[in-house]
C-alpha cells in the first residue's frame, strides 16, 4: 500500500470568498473541525502517513492547524510555492523532492486540498496496479454536468478527454479530487513553472502516450465546499445530530443573553449581549458588539470594523 501523499493547499480558493480571505480554504472548519484536518485524518486512516502540503495562500492559516501531523498520526512536510501558486501539475512537480522514494513505481497519491470522500485508498491502490497508467484517477458519475466538467472516457476504463461544465460533459464521470500518479507524468516539467493538470500537462500526456490516464469507477460519497452555499450545506451535513455548539471554533465566547440560530463561529469570536445573529458564518477574531442583528451574512473582522457581507 502506498504510504506517500501530496495534497493540494496552495490554491487561493477564490469562489469560496470572503471566507478565503481570513483562511486558506483547507483550513476552514467544517463542523468545528479544519477541513484540512479531516482529510489528513482520513488519509493516516488508511495508512497513508507522509505528507507534503503545498503552500501558497495565506500559508500560517494551515501550518497554525496542521504543525508536523503528529497528532494526527502523520509526518507532514510543507513545499512553499513563491512568488506564483504553481497550480495542480507545477505544485507537485515542485514536491516531488520532498516526497523521496515513494515504492512502486514512484507513485503517490495526489490529493485536492477541499476533498471529503469516503473513498477506500485501497482499492484505488489495486485499480492503479492492475494497469500501466501513469495516472489513475478516482471517479463517480457525473449527475450535475452543468455544475461540474467532466471525464471522458473509453469502455475499458482510459481516459480520452475532459468536457467543460454544460451539455458537453452530459454523460461524463465526475474526478472527486483523489487520483494516483506515478512521478514520471509530473518529472519533465519545468520546476518552478505554473502547470495545471486538466487543461494542460493532463491534455498533452493524452495526447503523446494515450491510456496513461486511466479511471478508476466508483460510488463514493464526497462533499464539495467550492461556494459558500456549499459550505454551509457541507458543515451542517457533518453536524449531523450534534448540538448546534458543536459548529464553534475554539475560544468562543456568547453572551448568555445573546441568541445564536443556526450558525457557525470560528476561533476567537465574542458575542456581545441581547446580540441575534441567525443563520451567519462568523469568522476569526470577529466581536459583535451588543444589541446587533444579523442574518444570513459573512462577518469577517475589517481594519476599521465589522465586516459584513450578504450570504
Same mark, same amino acid.
Not at 266 to 292: F, K, M, N, Q, Y
Not at 301 to 306: I, P, S
Given at each position: 500500500?502506498?504510504?506517500?501523499?501530496?495534497?493540494?493547499?496552495?490554491?487561493?480558493?477564490?469562489?469560496?470568498?470572503?471566507?478565503?480571505?481570513?483562511?486558506?480554504k483547507?483550513?476552514?472548519?467544517?463542523?468545528?473541525?479544519?477541513?484540512?484536518r479531516?482529510?489528513?485524518?482520513?488519509?493516516?486512516?488508511?495508512?497513508?502517513?507522509?505528507?507534503?502540503?503545498?503552500?501558497?495562500?495565506?500559508?500560517?492559516?494551515?501550518?497554525?492547524?496542521?504543525?508536523?501531523?503528529?497528532?494526527?498520526g502523520?509526518?507532514?512536510?510543507?513545499?512553499?510555492?513563491?512568488?506564483?501558486?504553481l497550480? $495542480?501539475a =507545477?505544485?507537485?512537480?515542485?514536491? %516531488?523532492? /520532498?516526497?523521496? #522514494?515513494t515504492?512502486?513505481?514512484?507513485? *503517490?497519491?495526489?490529493?485536492?486540498?477541499?476533498t471529503?470522500?469516503?473513498?477506500?485508498?485501497?482499492?484505488?491502490?489495486?485499480?492503479h496496479?492492475?494497469?500501466?497508467?501513469?495516472v489513475?484517477?478516482?471517479?463517480v458519475?457525473?449527475r450535475?454536468?452543468?455544475?461540474?466538467?467532466?471525464?471522458?472516457?473509453?469502455?475499458?476504463?482510459?481516459?480520452?478527454?475532459?468536457?467543460?461544465?454544460?451539455?458537453?460533459?452530459?454523460g461524463?464521470?465526475?474526478?472527486?479530487?483523489?487520483?494516483?500518479?506515478?512521478?514520471?507524468?509530473?518529472?519533465?516539467?519545468?520546476?518552478?513553472?505554473?502547470?495545471? $493538470?486538466? =487543461?494542460?500537462?493532463?491534455?498533452? %500526456?493524452? /495526447?503523446?502516450? #494515450?491510456?496513461?490516464?486511466?479511471?478508476? *469507477?466508483?460510488?463514493?460519497?464526497?462533499?464539495?465546499i467550492?461556494?459558500?452555499?456549499?459550505?454551509?450545506?457541507?458543515?451542517?451535513?457533518y453536524?449531523?445530530?450534534?448540538?448546534?455548539?458543536?459548529?464553534?471554533?475554539?475560544?468562543?465566547?456568547?453572551?448568555?443573553?445573546?441568541r445564536?440560530?443556526?450558525?457557525?463561529?470560528?476561533?476567537?469570536?465574542?458575542?456581545?449581549?441581547?446580540s441575534?445573529v441567525?443563520?451567519?458564518i462568523?469568522?476569526?477574531?470577529?466581536?459583535?458588539?451588543?444589541?446587533?442583528?444579523?442574518?444570513?451574512?459573512?462577518?469577517?473582522?475589517?481594519?476599521?470594523?465589522?465586516?459584513?457581507?450578504?450570504?
Amino acid at each position: 500500500m502506498l504510504r506517500h501523499a501530496i495534497v493540494l493547499t496552495a490554491g487561493f480558493g477564490t469562489r469560496l470568498q470572503p471566507l478565503t480571505s481570513v483562511r486558506a480554504k483547507p483550513a476552514i472548519p467544517v463542523a468545528g473541525e479544519p477541513l484540512i484536518r479531516r482529510i489528513i485524518t482520513w488519509l493516516a486512516g488508511q495508512g497513508v502517513n507522509n505528507l507534503v502540503l503545498n503552500l501558497h495562500h495565506l500559508p500560517h492559516t494551515l501550518t497554525a492547524v496542521v504543525g508536523d501531523g503528529s497528532d494526527l498520526g502523520a509526518r507532514v512536510r510543507y513545499s512553499w510555492e513563491q512568488p506564483v501558486v504553481l497550480g $495542480s501539475a =507545477g505544485g507537485p512537480r515542485h514536491a %516531488l523532492p /520532498m516526497l523521496g #522514494p515513494t515504492g512502486s513505481n514512484d507513485a *503517490f497519491f495526489l490529493v485536492n486540498g477541499d476533498t471529503m470522500t469516503d473513498l477506500d485508498l485501497r482499492d484505488l491502490a489495486s485499480a492503479h496496479d492492475a494497469t500501466d497508467a501513469l495516472v489513475t484517477l478516482a471517479l463517480v458519475p457525473n449527475r450535475e454536468p452543468h455544475k461540474y466538467g467532466g471525464v471522458l472516457t473509453a469502455g475499458d476504463g482510459r481516459v480520452t478527454g475532459f468536457a467543460a461544465r454544460g451539455a458537453n460533459a452530459e454523460g461524463s464521470f465526475h474526478f472527486i479530487g483523489v487520483q494516483i500518479v506515478r512521478a514520471e507524468a509530473f518529472r519533465a516539467l519545468p520546476d518552478g513553472e505554473a502547470v495545471n $493538470s486538466i =487543461g494542460d500537462a493532463y491534455d498533452r %500526456l493524452l /495526447m503523446s502516450r #494515450p491510456g496513461s490516464i486511466r479511471g478508476y *469507477f466508483c460510488d463514493a460519497a464526497f462533499r464539495d465546499i467550492g461556494t459558500t452555499s456549499d459550505y454551509w450545506t457541507t458543515s451542517f451535513a457533518y453536524l449531523g445530530d450534534r448540538p448546534a455548539d458543536q459548529a464553534y471554533g475554539q475560544r468562543v465566547r456568547i453572551d448568555a443573553t445573546a441568541r445564536i440560530t443556526q450558525s457557525i463561529l470560528w476561533d476567537d469570536v465574542e458575542v456581545g449581549a441581547h446580540s441575534v445573529v441567525e443563520e451567519c458564518i462568523v469568522t476569526d477574531l470577529v466581536r459583535i458588539p451588543a444589541g446587533s442583528l444579523h442574518r444570513r451574512s459573512v462577518l469577517r473582522r475589517g481594519d476599521q470594523g465589522l465586516l459584513v457581507t450578504p450570504l
